[in-house]
């Protein structure tokens, strides 16, 4: 009880003596707020180096299909991608005169655009042209980038067909097993460098829920097709039913049919009297 009165008596005296403690808490989320904000910003903002190369990420790579763009995949590890890094920064000073935007791919940081432009090779470089993408495949130099750009050369390369275009649903789908590839290895490297679990048992457990999402999946399926495509035995009685009630309306009617003839034998028969008479 003295608690609770200390802490109501504390609140009063906050809230008339000092002005500025009903803006301490805006005072202390507003920081807060505004690094949610920037860093929300900065994942689907293009980054740009130093020398002008601009950073594609998942999160951004839709402006890439506005405008002309020159895009290198690379990756940390790869020896051929870092002697290339010199002449791509040079290219880079050189495509800024021409309105040529120049950017730039970590294969290990983005998995997911690496299966979206189907990247098998490293380095790879793409020629993007108001969404039309073409593969690069000349000699790897500045001034040879800078005349394919200039002399319009990338025109005489076909490009992607639109199943391939990196905004095709297919290789949506190639860019999430991508992703899923990278997470089930860094999944991988948690279970057995963090937890301390060995080899075999992160084995076990990714064979297990393969298992169980395979069959959670083939139910789902068979549930679908069953329910548009019923078995052949659903199809057997459903037309024995139709046969069965067929029979039973021609019985009915043959029925009523029999029971009209009835009805009119005995004017006939009168008839017949009536016509037998006068002969006799």
């Not at 740009?48 to 763009?69: P, S």
């Not at 998995?111 to 990247?119: A, C």
């Not at 067909?161 to 590839?181: D, I, N």
Request: proline residues 5%; hydrophobic residues 40%.
């Amino acid at each position: 009880m003295a608690q609770l009165k200390t802490k109501r008596s504390c609140k009063l005296l906050c809230q008339t003596n000092s002005p500025s403690c009903t803006l301490s808490c805006s005072q202390l989320f507003q920081p807060l707020l505004s690094i949610i904000l920037v860093s929300s910003i900065a994942s689907s903002a293009v980054v740009e180096t130093e020398a002008g190369v601009l950073t594609i990420t998942d999160a951004n790579w839709t402006v890439t299909m506005d405008g002309e763009w020159m895009i290198k995949f690379v990756a940390p590890w790869c020896p051929a991608c870092a002697q290339l890094k010199e002449q791509w920064e040079r290219f880079s000073s050189l495509a800024a005169a021409m309105g040529v935007s120049v950017g730039e791919v970590d294969v290990t940081e983005q998995p997911g655009l690496s299966g979206r432009f189907l990247v098998t090779t490293l380095p790879t470089i793409f020629h993007v042209k108001e969404g039309s993408v073409r593969r690069y495949v000349s000699v790897r130099e500045a001034e040879e980038f800078h005349a394919y750009v200039s002399n319009r050369r990338w025109e005489e390369v076909e490009p992607l067909p639109s199943w391939k275009s990196p905004t095709s649903p297919l290789m949506s789908c190639m860019a999430g097993l991508f992703r899923l590839s990278l997470w089930i290895r860094w999944t991988h490297g948690y279970l057995t460098g963090d937890l301390g679990m060995p080899v075999w048992g992160s084995y076990l457990s990714f064979a297990m829920a393969t298992l169980v999402t395979g069959l959670l999946m083939g139910l789902v399926l068979v549930l679908v097709a069953d329910c548009l495509c019923p078995s052949r035995q659903k199809r057997k009685e459903e037309r024995a039913g139709v046969c069965v009630s067929m029979a039973e309306k021609r019985q009915a009617s043959e029925t009523d049919e029999g029971e009209g003839s009835n009805e009119e034998e005995p004017e006939t028969l009168r008839q017949r009297r009536g016509q037998a008479k006068p002969t006799s």
